[in-house]
């Protein structure tokens, strides 16, 4: 059974940073392409960042600079370094697994919210 387990979310002040990690079980962390995505309530799910399992990583244009994806694959975990967060990033946060159109796992998600 694959399982994906979001956690490091919370309140956070405009400014400051999080990290958010992805446990993984049931996969071969190291054959998938993993990715972020955000979620937020009556808008589209926003690509936050991926990263493939040749270690390239691309990112949504609102988190460009401001935001990191890595992966440990001896750890079966992922994980997604924000800085400098604004009230724009408040979303739901989910973990996604790919490897093909048959093999795409989704976590519950972590909530980030910017607020002061």
């Known amino acids: 059974q694959v399982q994906l387990v979001e956690s490091g979310g919370g309140l956070v002040q405009p400014g400051g940073s999080l990290r958010l990690s992805c446990a993984a079980s049931?996969?071969?962390?190291?054959?998938?392409?993993m990715g972020w995505y955000r979620q937020v309530p009556g808008k589209q799910r926003e690509l936050v960042a991926v990263?493939?399992?040749?270690?390239?990583?691309n990112y949504g244009d609102s988190v460009k600079g401001r935001f990191a994806i890595s992966r440990d694959n001896a750890e079966n975990m992922v994980f997604l370094q924000m800085n400098s967060l604004q009230s724009e990033d408040t979303a739901v946060y989910l973990c996604?697994?790919?490897?093909?159109?048959?093999?795409?796992?989704w976590g519950q998600g972590t909530q980030v919210t910017v607020s002061s």
């Open positions: 996604n697994a790919n490897l093909d159109r048959l093999r795409d796992f």
């Open positions: 990263i493939t399992r040749s270690g390239n990583t």
């Open positions: 049931g996969i071969i962390l190291s054959i998938y392409n």
